[in-house]
């Protein structure tokens, strides 16, 4: 790894084993694109890729009298002159004007990387990483521009963000600030994203780039379960085994955009950050403002070498503290068991159960504190209900703790219900516009986290609780989108800063939690996966996938979700059946083999199983215990699309490539058909391995596959609606 500047021809080249990322000085002063691939070899000057050629009906930098920014590749276009692309940034400064041109200035390339200010990002020590930062200003509007560009040693990745400071000028007003943009060099792409809705969260959706936009966006206040902040840009022929690819990932979980824009010259553009709409930052003199972080992965290796890039880069820099690279307790959450109507006395009973079948940690969830007896009443009043636990979490805590479990419960600190106390007492403290109706959603309403006193008081609510109490886990849900997006204490000019000041509250309030309380792991959960980004990540190193615990359901969500995020990251628990959501019932073992291949966990009451079922709950966990390690932390393959076939199919491998697991699922059975063959990946070809009591080279495994029809002969039912088996493949 290593960042070279070439002075005479002002270009910079990023690099490591496996990328090279060029860009330079253009004609006009600005930053123009060069590269971003595979490792190529460094050389002076790669100016001879700009084009200074004259062509009717483009406009021309007039010192140069050649260079139009409309036919060559930008680093970060400009408003207003002769590029006509999807800007990634604009100004407007006091005489209305938002055309803007940021010429080079100064560079600082440093080992590392430095943290953002308030916001989550990737962090790397001296060895890991290498910054450059490149200073551009606008002498007009008398601002600067930050460039900030980290190549990883080990990862094909760049982390990009922006600053702007107001240097001198009187207010000027940010009303576009991205994150990043990539101009490549033809269009030929594809574009991946992962779209849904509740219960239906990272479906993969893949389309033809050429000229004209893609875009994708949320103005929900949250990531969402719509739109996931991760793309992929892919050639037609590339899948997960083989082909180029660019991945960009949102460090980020607000409103956000995604777009690709293919001009007619052939350059497609694509740029990511903070959506436009809804974004207005005034800057007065001295201020600046600093963009999200964006992490763009390349692969000329296929999907899956891209994915694991993700998986590995946000496992080991990403994710903070205690529970980083751990693997994960296995739960049982009370949810989809009790609802709200529990008692402490029906909970105890549920979690003795819980441990008799070897789980490790009993989650409380929704419903414990205040009025809370149903959606309706009681959210923002973070004290115990007595009727349900009369010696308050602590009491509970301490008894769970008792039967040898962890104890862990839910919160959802950033809303609140008409019916609480905390409304009755601060009806101001909520998101709403003057003389308007609020919008309710699960009847609640959204607390104004871009007012520090709100954080505050939320923040000492939730230590009183969690003083003296013995916690290891938090879930911290957030059950509906944003509207009426206006803070009360906020004058009319900064009422664009509002949806990105509260999302910076709620990592505010997640910062001082996890440093108040750093052992305690935090499962982010947004009406199950409509939250589930790189940002929380930061902070919470596991999301709950998804509201559908449905296990055919899962497959898909699991699946989808594995493109862009770390397999330990991903909530995924055995529930009852038939299921709530869907009403399918699938056996206990489906239902685990799937679940495995996440943090895994038991949502139900285990009481209510058969006793059949029971002793195999209890096999279950032996086996997650054994193989959680590497499940959660191996190296991860998608073998078999469940979009694509009836079946999925996908495997972890560990580092040294002796074992492996893998799982294989019939959604639905064709009828009159050969089972057929998997063929594995990841392993080593000249190693021979054992499987089911026989032996392989990993070179037959991966190329002639695993034969179906064995599984079926042993009784895995390999052709039924539902069935699946998990087998475990150990180098001899
Ligand atoms: C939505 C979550 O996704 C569920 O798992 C559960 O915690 C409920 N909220 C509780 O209200």
Excluded at 326 to 344: C, G, K, Q, S, V
Excluded at 693 to 722: H, P, R
């Amino acid at each position: 790894m290593d960042i070279i500047w070439h002075k005479t021809s002002g270009q910079f080249h990023l690099f490591n084993d496996r990328i090279s990322y060029i860009f330079g000085i253009s004609p006009s002063g600005e930053l123009a694109g060069i590269y971003f691939g595979k490792r190529i070899h460094d050389r002076e000057d790669m100016s001879y890729i700009q084009i200074r050629v004259g062509m009717p009906n483009v406009a021309v930098d007039p010192a140069t009298e050649s260079y139009s920014m409309e036919i060559n590749r930008q680093e970060y276009p400009s408003f207003g002159t002769t590029d006509f692309g999807t800007q990634a940034f604009e100004i407007e400064t006091l005489n209305g004007s938002r055309v803007s041109s940021f010429v080079y200035k100064s560079h600082k390339i440093s080992k590392g990387k430095e943290a953002l200010h308030g916001l989550p990002a990737t962090y790397a020590d001296e060895k890991e990483a290498m910054t450059l930062e490149v200073e551009l200003v606008d002498s007009v509007a008398e601002m600067t521009l930050i460039l900030s560009y980290t190549i990883f040693d080990r990862y094909p990745v760049i982390a990009r963000h922006a600053t702007f400071k107001n240097n001198g000028a009187p207010r000027v007003k940010l009303t576009k600030a991205l994150s990043c943009c990539l101009d490549l060099s033809d269009q030929n792409y594809e574009w991946m994203q992962f779209s849904g809705g509740w219960a239906r969260e990272r479906i993969p959706e893949v389309r033809k780039l050429s000229t004209g936009t893609v875009l994708i966006e949320s103005k929900r206040g949250t990531s969402s379960a719509n739109q996931n902040p991760f793309i992929i840009i892919k050639r037609p022929r590339t899948d997960d085994f083989a082909g180029e690819a660019f991945g960009f990932s949102f460090v980020y979980s607000g409103n956000f955009i995604a777009q690709a824009e293919g001009n007619n010259h052939d350059r497609l553009r694509i740029l990511m950050g903070i959506n436009p709409d809804r974004f207005e930052w005034p800057l007065e003199k001295g201020e600046s403002f600093e963009t999200p972080e964006v992490v763009i992965a390349m692969t000329d290796c296929g999907l899956n070498d891209l994915s694991q890039t993700y998986h590995k880069l946000y496992n080991n820099n990403l994710v903070r503290g205690k529970w980083k690279n751990r693997p994960r307790p296995i739960l049982n959450n009370n949810w989809e068991a009790t609802f709200m109507d529990f008692t402490e006395q029906s909970i105890l009973k549920i979690a003795k159960k819980a441990k008799e079948a070897g789980c490790e940690l009993f989650v409380l969830d929704d419903g414990w504190f205040g009025e809370r007896n149903d959606d309706s009443a009681g959210l923002g009043d973070w004290i115990e209900n007595p009727k349900k636990l009369p010696e308050g979490i602590a009491g509970l805590a301490k008894k769970v703790k008792a039967l040898g479990l962890d104890f862990g419960f839910w919160i959802e600190p950033e809303m609140v219900n008409p019916d609480s106390n905390l409304y009755r007492r601060h009806p101001d403290w909520v998101l709403s516009a003057p003389g308007r109706k609020s919008s309710l959603g699960r009847h609640q309403l959204v607390l104004d986290y871009s007012r520090p006193e709100v954080v505050d008081a939320i923040y000492s609510m939730l230590c009183k609780v969690l003083k003296d109490a013995p916690v290891s886990y938090i879930k911290w849900d957030m059950n509906r989108s944003l509207t009426e997006v206006y803070s009360n204490d906020a004058p009319a000019e900064l009422q664009g800063t509002i949806y990105h000041k509260h999302i910076m509250g709620v990592y505010a309030l997640y910062e001082r939690l996890r440093t108040a309380f750093p052992d305690i792991l935090f499962e982010s959960c947004a009406s199950g996966g409509a939250r589930f980004d790189a940002g929380m990540l930061y902070y919470a190193p596991q999301a709950w996938c998804s509201d559908n615990t449905d296990a055919m359901d899962r497959i898909r969500i699991q699946y989808g979700s594995s493109y862009g995020y770390p397999i330990v990251s991903i909530g995924s628990h055995v529930s009852a059946v038939p299921n709530q959501q869907t009403g399918r019932t699938v056996s206990i073992e489906t239902r685990a083999n799937v679940a495995y291949f996440g943090t895994f966990g038991y949502e139900l009451d285990l009481n209510e199983i058969s006793d059949e079922e029971f002793q195999e709950v209890k096999k279950q966990i032996v086996f997650m215990k054994q193989n959680r390690e590497l499940i959660q932390f191996g190296t991860f393959y998608r073998l078999r699309s469940p979009f694509e076939t009836e079946q999925n199919a996908w495997m972890v491998v560990s580092e040294d490539k002796k074992k492996a697991i893998v799982g294989f699922y019939c959604m639905r059975a064709k009828v009159y058909s050969l089972p057929g063959f998997l063929k594995l990946a990841g392993l080593d070809p000249d190693l021979k391995y054992r499987m089911e009591g026989k032996q392989y080279f990993g070179d037959e495994l991966m190329n002639m596959g695993i034969t179906l029809a064995e599984f079926y002969a042993k009784g895995f039912s390999v052709s039924e609606d539902y069935a699946s088996f998990v087998t475990v493949i150990e180098a001899e």
